[in-house]
């Protein structure tokens, strides 16, 4: 059982367009979301994340929108860079703190120059 | 910098053979995972373990084992490895408490082909 999903496998966008990245959870738990990025062959690193007590977070040019009555998380990346082509996921844990983090399929960003 | 280095970046390995995954980190961190990736499943959680010699189960530990004899050194045992153990391996770290958030630092991976 999935419980967290990230539904698009793959997305292309435009170089210094907008990427916009979806994640939806079923466990009504989840509190604290985060994303990681994922080049291959490397280990994922931390990008930016959200407490449920709020609904937007920024980090330069990434932001995380959380819709928690939708259960639904998405992170916005203006502009888009070459650089940012890796596989993205979300992941979620019962609370702030928590040493368990559940993670979704991921999605395959591509930035087309 | 949080450093985990795992020791094995690519391993070839024989249906029924007793595989290690070994992983050290240098942040004195309580907390360490592993986690296996495959495509279209994500990261899957096998097995983590919050101090020394403490272990618990993950979402998919069946035919998996670890074992935590220092609080650096987090090892993945296959006991009998099979070809659908064949995946790209992760091992992570992470400080227990609020003040590092749910932050987890991972190693660049293990392949492991089981023939």
């Known amino acids: 059982d999935q419980q967290v999903k990230q539904n698009s496998p793959s997305l292309s966008v435009q170089e210094g367009r907008i990427s916009i990245l979806n994640c939806d959870y079923t466990?009504?738990?989840?509190?604290?979301f985060l994303w990681y990025k994922k080049y291959p062959a490397e280990g994922p690193t931390f990008l930016i994340s959200?407490?449920?007590?709020?609904d937007k977070n920024e980090d330069g040019r990434f932001t995380v929108f959380l819709n928690k009555s939708a259960k639904h998380l998405s992170l916005h990346i203006v502009p888009s860079q070459p650089g940012d082509s890796a596989v993205y996921f979300c992941?979620?844990?019962?609370?702030?703190?928590?040493?368990?983090?559940?993670f979704g399929t991921g999605t395959r960003l591509t930035i087309i120059p | 910098d949080v450093k985990v280095t795992q020791s094995s970046r690519y391993l070839v390995k024989r249906t029924g053979e007793k595989v290690f995954l070994e992983c050290v980190q240098d942040?004195?961190?309580?907390?360490m995972f592993w986690y296996r990736q495959d495509p279209g499943l994500g990261l899957r959680l096998i097995y983590f373990?919050?101090?020394?010699?403490?272990?618990e189960k993950g979402d998919i530990p069946e035919g998996y084992s670890v074992s935590r004899e220092k609080k650096e050194r987090f090892s993945l045992i296959l006991e009998s490895a099979s070809t659908n153990q064949t995946s790209m391996y992760l091992c992570?770290?992470?400080?227990?408490?609020?003040?590092?958030?749910?932050?987890?630092?991972f190693g660049e991976g293990s392949w492991l082909t089981v023939v």
């Open positions: 992570a770290s992470k400080r227990t408490g609020l003040a590092s958030g749910n932050t987890i630092y």
């Open positions: 466990n009504s738990m989840f509190d604290y």
């Open positions: 959200i407490s449920s007590i709020k």
């Open positions: 992941a979620a844990s019962p609370n702030f703190g928590n040493e368990k983090l559940t």
């Open positions: 942040m004195d961190h309580e907390n």
């Open positions: 373990s919050y101090d020394v010699k403490m272990k």
